[in-house]
């Protein structure tokens, strides 16, 4: 094993005059970091010192380059498509543990499972929220956050736009894999769906009646790998035609991670609470359930979308 700890030599050298020439290596690990903190905003959405660069010189002289970063959120991953590239891992902020738990997914005693909880986009200009760059700034409203996306926040501002991305919400691979069946929602009980009770005055958190569970979704999931994993099956809403403009084309309304061992089956339910079905409506100043069809699609990520079926609301 050779190290090589000077980003800034890596970035601008050819590897095979930096390491022992007779060494030829079966796997190089590129580690890599973006720091972020309270008091401290992001300047870029590139990996700090020259990561990108980093990888790229690695990557040309080693044909099984593994990339692990660790980052407060999205990084741009330009290398993403580089053919020696072969696998990229997103540590985030680790613990002490980070050295045990690096190996054990590495070398396969873990199965990872873990899922995208942000799009990582193809440039920093796909995002609708990019890093400051005035961070001496002193004027008036240019820290004044004015919210004009509403409700296009990540996922719901890629899908609006149709914007191709590098990796979506919702995206995580496995070892193993997995297949869903048997989608299927069914209403509970005689509750009316579109007249959202009136809210008690003095209710802590508003309306009580918006946790009511008016449908369930259950489905089938079926781990079809050769070895024990988990997967983290989604479930995306779609509102009917007649919601309000603005309204994002699908919306994370649940979700389960789902252990299973090779061969495995399990049974999952989700619950639909009113909340899942309404948008605030700012005229009457009030949840609203929309009349028409609601399309239902379940998948592993915001892209991935394997089984779709619907509800309407009359």
Same mark, same amino acid.
């Given at each position: 094993m050779q190290i090589v700890l000077n980003n800034t030599l890596v970035a601008a050298s050819d590897?095979?005059?930096?390491?022992v020439p007779t060494i030829i290596p079966e796997v190089c690990l590129v580690l890599l970091k973006a720091f972020g903190a309270e008091g401290s905003d992001?300047?870029?959405?590139?990996?700090d010192y020259n990561g990108t660069a980093v990888v790229e010189s690695v990557?040309?002289?080693?044909?099984?380059?593994?990339?692990?970063t660790h980052a407060?959120?999205?990084?741009?991953?330009?290398f993403a498509d580089h053919p020696n590239v072969t696998a990229i891992l997103l540590g985030h902020y680790p613990g002490q543990e980070l050295g045990n738990s690096l190996i054990d997914i590495l070398y396969g005693d873990v199965n990872p499972s873990g899922k995208l909880p942000y799009t990582i986009a193809y440039g920093e200009s796909d995002y609708n929220g990019q890093p400051t760059t005035a961070v001496n700034t002193t004027g008036e409203y240019d820290w004044q956050a004015w919210f004009d996306e509403k409700l296009e926040v990540d996922y719901r501002y890629f899908d609006a736009n149709n914007i191709s991305v590098q990796y979506e919400f919702g995206y995580g691979l496995s070892y193993t894999a997995f297949e869903l069946s048997k989608f299927t929602v069914s209403k509970l009980g005689n509750r009316s769906i579109?007249?959202?009770?009136?809210?008690q005055a003095t209710a802590p958190g508003g309306n009580p009646a918006l946790w =009511?569970?008016?449908?369930? #979704?259950t489905f089938s999931i079926t781990n079809t790998g050769s070895v024990t994993g988990a997967e983290v099956p989604q479930l995306y809403i779609s509102f009917p035609s007649s919601t309000p403009a603005g309204t994002p084309p699908q919306q994370l309304r649940g979700f389960e991670k789902v252990s299973l061992a090779s061969g495995g089956t399990?049974?999952?339910s989700l619950p639909l609470m009113r909340r899942d079905l309404s948008y605030w409506d700012?005229?009457?100043? =009030?949840?609203?359930?929309? #009349?028409?069809e609601f399309t239902l699609s379940l998948g592993f990520s915001s892209r991935d979308f394997k089984l779709t079926t619907s509800l309407t609301v009359i």
């Open positions: 590897l095979s005059t930096l390491i992001r300047t870029t959405m590139e990996l990557a040309a002289f080693c044909n099984n380059t593994i990339v692990v407060m959120g999205p990084t741009i991953l330009s579109a007249a959202t009770p009136k809210a =009511d569970t008016l449908f369930n #979704a399990a049974q999952v700012v005229v009457t100043q =009030d949840w609203i359930i929309p #009349a028409g």
